[in-house]
């Protein structure tokens, strides 16, 4: 078998047998200006071999390629043209695309008495410690300023800025007692009077009385923490008072009443008592809070509750109102009824009788059938002719 050799695109020579030879020429892949070898080395173009058949148009693929290109560009040309969708020109540039907002979350509304019973309460809390903390480093002021000062006509600057100081941080603190007042009765008004053991009048009139006060401190001020705990366990809600911050402020108030004569140590049992009381205010305040946010999820679930008892009473006056109708319908049909049986009585039964009896009388004249056998006779025949009217009819 003859062994031939050809040079393709690249440039590679290729070995192949006469008959793949003749498959390539005419598959087009071997073109007549590809230049092909024989076995005794002898070089020449294809279409100098005899028995080659090429194919009628060959295109390389690297002009199929081309072409291929040509085509995409001129579609893409064509659409940029408005040629083919009939659809205005692309811009040149992107065109932005607008900011979608987010999503607004929902957002809970709680009742109008519960969110100003809430903001009331933080507003006295703040209110009392903003007024309260200046008049601890007063206090501390006052203990260390050497006495020759106060019936000195010569007082430094700085001793007279210390005093305004001081003036202004009492005040100050007076104020914040005040708003501790109204934050103690706040929060006894959110326990419920079967659980307070006191009123939230009584709670903070009676700290201000002498003496007593050292009793009803523990009342007060411990029993809040108390009472509003076993309000949030009875609600089922996890939040808890210290209780122990309750206890330990009114120790310290008792420890100042029976030490107050002493200098320093007076002082820093004010400060340690006002701290503690701070905290615990605090820890109330958030109880309190607790319970009004409780309060308005249940304000709620009424509301709810009374919507759906609202919509089960328009279905049962709805269902009264049909069964009303229903009876009215069924008495009035009963009357009309009642009304045609005494008409059919009084004015077709009897001309009906009256039309047996004297068919049957015929009946018996005619065949001198015994009267009652030419009764039966007569039923039978009508009877029949029911029957048959009924087939006529379903059908």
Known sequence: MAVWYYYNEQGDKVTVTGKELKELARSGKITPGTMVETEDGKIAPAKKVQGLKFADKVQPED???????????????????????????????????????APVPLVKIMPLECTSAIKTINTYFMAFWICTVPFFPA????????????????????????????????????????????????????????????????????????????????????????????????????????EGLGLTYCILFILFWALCWLPIINSLLFISQGIVLIFFLRSVKNGAVALLQQDSNKIEMEEKEAERQNCRNQLLYRYKVYKMRERLASAFYSILLFIALLLFGFFIIPPFFNTIISTTGIIASITGLPPLFAFIVVIFIIATLIKLLTIIWSK
């Open 63 to 101: 002009t199929l390629h081309a072409l291929r290109q040509e085509k995409l560009q001129a579609i893409e040309q064509a659409v940029q043209e408005d040629k083919i969708f009939g659809l205005a020109p692309l811009p040149s540039e992107p065109v932005p695309i607008p900011s979608v907002a």
């Open 139 to 242: 206090l501390l002021l006052v203990d260390v300023l050497p006495g020759g000062y106060y019936h000195s006509t010569d007082i430094p600057l700085a001793i007279i800025i210390i005093g305004l100081f001081v003036l202004i941080a009492s005040i100050g603190s007076m104020v914040g007692i005040v708003f501790g007042c109204m934050l103690l009765y706040q929060s006894w008004k959110q326990i419920p009077s079967d659980i307070a053991r006191t009123t939230p009048g009584r709670a903070v009139g009676f700290s201000f009385i002498p003496l007593f006060n050292c009793y009803w401190v523990f009342v007060a001020y411990k029993g809040v923490g108390t009472d509003i705990n076993r309000t949030l366990r009875q609600c089922e809600i996890s939040y808890k008072v210290n």
